[in-house]
């Protein structure tokens, strides 16, 4: 089959020159859902950001729906959830701005929203159940709502293979049932996720899989496991600070030049 | 001269369509600039440019010109280094806008030209626009105005979150630099008038303004071009008026006027944020336990001045700390 989702091969990934993912194999099946659980600084979110194109890596391949990433141009396909950045920027904006933005992908330049666009905004915003919130400023929002958003906004437009980095986090129990109900829509309708997690909680009967990390390494790849199985080193409420874990200490001068991603 | 005799000047209308026009670029590319919280980004540029403005001086060549190439070229090093730095990328950037202010004032004194020659430049001036600098900052207004407009959904989504944008498959970095070379491009036409030192006002003030009352991104964006305009404009107005009396710059008048109506509706934009806080709906907790208030002898309902809460199917009252929901004949507290 050559068009599965994500084929990771003997993928090893360098940040400011420190190893930090070393040969992980992944191979996710189209319709699934996996999950990556693992300590803090072992290497989920950066296995993410590496199958996303965020990071280069320093040996081995990623494919996304069997085209090597380098020539991978079908990124509307893609649906991706960042760590909890901020739904929020530097000028107000409402929800249904927030997750018309997640059309970009698929509108072309100087072109007004079209009716697709709109039908595809309105079902995202009902799938994650703020339909009644569109007119809201997202600061207005709680955490958990805005979590939501940000998640409507990577289903708007309309991926086959949704990527989470750790939705759950700091998100209270109903916000999660929410989470899960958005989930459970989106695979029925076979969409690919893969989703790293702290708190899989209501998700559970939804996992096909379940993948650890530990310390850069897939310890584990098989049928799902419980949050308390998988974690023996595990605090769970030791969370990433904001912006992310540094695996690379940070000795930089204001002209320091650091290897970056795709531009 | 009367005031009114002061329209019929060709330097006046000329410096009124310049400010018109400068009032409406500067917001539409500052209202992405705030999104992306490089507020200072343009003040930096500003800088930088005032080293291109010397170098035309020096060559003896249009310091427009200068200024504008220099300004694209200062904002497209800021522009990298923020990319490629760490955390020290603001520290890399006050390195430039010094390098910039030092280098133009320096710079202008080789050219053997006083600090009045260079004061037009920092601070605008009203009678040194010619015919020309109009038609180029015309042209450059519709530039500004036709990508930031044209572009806002790609924009917007580079300026709200790039990882996001990355992997929604947009070149971020050539919209990023496409952000800095057009806020180059209006800092360069906002020159004239505003003068450098404070053209980031320009794009800043009226941003802050309108985002006091707007709730969505498309609202602050018009509203920052309607305030920008009516500071700029009416700033050059004011100037011209005061300057029967006393010598003053466009520029700080200008500002100054953008800063008065920020001024202005802030306490609005305090009340309205302040309302809508305390009117969120209350979130639905499930079992929690029955309590009724104390004897309680305020009838609470809809104009009894209390806010009214939504709480799941009902409201609640809030009092003193308290939320009072109507239960049968008493409150119960919620």
Same mark, same amino acid.
């Given at each position: 089959?050559?068009?599965?989702?994500?084929?990771?091969?003997?993928?090893?990934?360098?940040?400011?020159?420190?190893?930090?993912?070393?040969?992980?194999?992944?191979?996710?099946?189209?319709?699934?859902?996996?999950?990556?659980?693992?300590?803090?600084?072992?290497?989920?979110?950066?296995?993410?950001?590496?199958?996303?194109?965020?990071?280069?890596?320093?040996?081995?391949?990623?494919?996304?729906?069997?085209?090597?990433?380098?020539?991978?141009?079908?990124?509307?396909?893609?649906?991706?959830?960042?760590?909890?950045?901020?739904?929020?920027?530097?000028?107000?904006?409402?929800?249904?701005?927030?997750?018309?933005?997640?059309?970009?992908?698929?509108?072309?330049?100087?072109?007004?929203?079209?009716?697709?666009?709109?039908?595809?905004?309105?079902?995202?915003?009902?799938?994650?159940?703020?339909?009644?919130?569109?007119?809201?400023?997202?600061?207005?929002?709680?955490?958990?709502?805005?979590?939501?958003?940000?998640?409507?906004?990577?289903?708007?437009?309309?991926?086959?293979?949704?990527?989470?980095?750790?939705?759950?986090?700091?998100?209270?129990?109903?916000?999660?049932?929410?989470?899960?109900?958005?989930?459970?829509?989106?695979?029925?309708?076979?969409?690919?996720?893969?989703?790293?997690?702290?708190?899989?909680?209501?998700?559970?009967?939804?996992?096909?899989?379940?993948?650890?990390?530990?310390?850069?390494?897939?310890?584990?790849?098989?049928?799902?496991?419980?949050?308390?199985?998988?974690?023996?080193?595990?605090?769970?409420?030791?969370?990433?600070?904001?912006?992310?874990?540094?695996?690379?200490?940070?000795?930089?001068?204001?002209?320091?030049?650091?290897?970056?991603?795709?531009? | 001269?009367?005031?009114?005799?002061?329209?019929?000047?060709?330097?006046?209308?000329?410096?009124?369509?310049?400010?018109?026009?400068?009032?409406?670029?500067?917001?539409?590319?500052?209202?992405?600039?705030?999104?992306?919280?490089?507020?200072?980004?343009?003040?930096?540029?500003?800088?930088? =440019?005032? @080293?291109? /403005?010397? $170098?035309?001086?020096?060559? *003896?060549? &249009? +310091?427009?010109?200068? #200024? %504008? !190439?220099?300004?694209?070229?200062?904002?497209?090093?800021?522009?990298?280094?923020r990319e490629r730095g760490h955390t020290n990328g603001d520290v890399a950037l006050a390195l430039l806008f010094y390098?910039?202010?030092?280098?133009?004032?320096?710079?202008?004194?080789?050219?053997?030209?006083?600090?009045?020659?260079?004061?037009?430049?920092?601070?605008?001036?009203?009678?040194?626009?010619?015919?020309?600098?109009?038609?180029?900052?015309? =042209?450059? @207004?519709? /530039?500004? $105005?036709?990508?930031?407009? *044209?572009? &806002? +959904?790609?924009?917007? #989504? %580079? !300026?709200?979150?790039?990882?996001?944008?990355?992997?929604?498959?947009?070149?971020?970095?050539?919209?990023?630099?496409?952000?800095?070379?057009?806020?180059?491009?209006?800092?360069?036409?906002?020159?004239?008038?505003?003068?450098?030192?404070?053209?980031?006002?320009?794009?800043?003030?009226?941003?802050?303004?309108?985002?006091?009352?707007?709730?969505?991104?498309?609202?602050?964006?018009?509203?920052?071009?309607?305030?920008?305009?009516?500071?700029? /404009?009416?700033?050059?107005?004011?100037?011209?008026?005061?300057?029967?009396?006393?010598? %003053? !710059?466009?520029?700080?008048?200008?500002?100054?006027?953008?800063?008065?109506?920020?001024?202005?509706?802030?306490?609005?934009?305090?009340?309205?944020?302040?309302?809508?806080?305390?009117?969120?709906?209350?979130?639905?907790?499930?079992?929690?336990?029955?309590r009724s208030a104390d004897q309680h002898a305020h009838q609470h309902g809809?104009?009894?001045?209390?806010?009214?809460?939504?709480?799941?199917?009902?409201?609640?009252?809030?009092?003193?700390?308290?939320?009072?929901?109507?239960?049968?004949?008493?409150?119960?507290?919620?």
């Amino acid at each position: 089959m050559t068009d599965l989702p994500v084929v990771l091969d003997q993928v090893s990934v360098a940040i400011g020159g420190r190893p930090i993912l070393r040969d992980v194999d992944l191979t996710v099946h189209a319709g699934d859902m996996v999950t990556l659980l693992g300590p803090n600084g072992s290497g989920k979110s950066t296995l993410v950001r590496a199958l996303t194109g965020l990071l280069p890596l320093a040996r081995g391949s990623v494919r996304l729906f069997g085209t090597p990433i380098e020539d991978f141009s079908a990124w509307h396909r893609l649906g991706f959830v960042p760590q909890r950045s901020t739904a929020t920027g530097g000028v107000p904006a409402t929800v249904r701005e927030v997750v018309a933005s997640g059309r970009v992908g698929r509108r072309r330049l100087l072109r007004p929203t079209s009716a697709a666009d709109r039908r595809a905004i309105e079902s995202a915003l009902d799938v994650v159940g703020l339909s009644d919130r569109a007119s809201y400023g997202v600061s207005q929002l709680s955490g958990g709502q805005q979590q939501r958003v940000l998640i409507a906004r990577a289903l708007a437009g309309e991926p086959d293979l949704l990527v989470l980095d750790e939705p759950t986090a700091g998100v209270d129990l109903p916000n999660q049932q929410a989470l899960a109900d958005a989930l459970r829509r989106l695979k029925q309708r076979g969409a690919t996720i893969v989703l790293v997690a702290h708190e899989i909680g209501p998700m559970m009967p939804l996992i096909d899989r379940t993948v650890v990390m530990r310390d850069g390494w897939v310890a584990y790849d098989g049928p799902p496991l419980t949050q308390e199985v998988a974690s023996h080193t595990h605090h769970p409420h030791d969370h990433d600070l904001p912006g992310g874990h540094d695996h690379a200490p940070h000795v930089s001068s204001p002209f320091d030049w650091e290897r970056r991603s795709r531009p | 001269m009367s005031f009114v005799d002061l329209f019929a000047y060709d330097f006046m209308q000329r410096a009124l369509v310049a400010a018109l026009l400068t009032g409406l670029a500067a917001p539409a590319i500052g209202t992405f600039i705030v999104q992306r919280r490089l507020a200072l980004l343009g003040d930096g540029i500003g800088h930088v =440019a005032v @080293t291109g /403005v010397a $170098l035309g001086l020096l060559t *003896g060549t &249009s +310091p427009t010109w200068t #200024a %504008v !190439a220099v300004a694209i070229l200062g904002a497209v090093l800021m522009e990298l280094i923020r990319e490629r730095g760490h955390t020290n990328g603001d520290v890399a950037l006050a390195l430039l806008f010094y390098g910039g202010l030092a280098g133009g004032v320096l710079i202008t004194g080789i050219a053997g030209q006083g600090a009045a020659t260079l004061q037009a430049y920092l601070f605008g001036s009203l009678n040194s626009i010619s015919s020309a600098d109009v038609w180029f900052t015309a =042209a450059l @207004t519709v /530039v500004v $105005l036709l990508t930031t407009l *044209g572009l &806002s +959904p790609q924009l917007f #989504a %580079v !300026a709200s979150d790039q990882d996001f944008a990355r992997v929604a498959g947009l070149r971020v970095r050539g919209y990023n630099l496409l952000i800095a070379v057009l806020a180059a491009v209006s800092i360069t036409v906002a020159m004239r008038t505003v003068g450098l030192l404070l053209v980031s006002a320009l794009m800043v003030v009226p941003v802050a303004t309108s985002q006091q009352l707007a709730r969505s991104f498309r609202t602050t964006l018009l509203g920052a071009m309607a305030v920008g305009c009516a500071a700029s /404009v009416g700033g050059l107005v004011l100037s011209a008026a005061l300057s029967f009396r006393v010598s %003053v !710059a466009p520029g700080p008048t200008i500002v100054l006027l953008a800063l008065a109506m920020f001024t202005a509706t802030w306490p609005l934009g305090v009340w309205l944020r302040r309302r809508s806080r305390l009117m969120a709906p209350f979130p639905e907790v499930t079992a929690a336990p029955h309590r009724s208030a104390d004897q309680h002898a305020h009838q609470h309902g809809e104009d009894c001045g209390h806010p009214a809460v939504p709480h799941g199917d009902h409201v609640d009252y809030v009092h003193d700390g308290h939320r009072h929901a109507v239960h049968g004949e008493h409150y119960d507290e919620h």
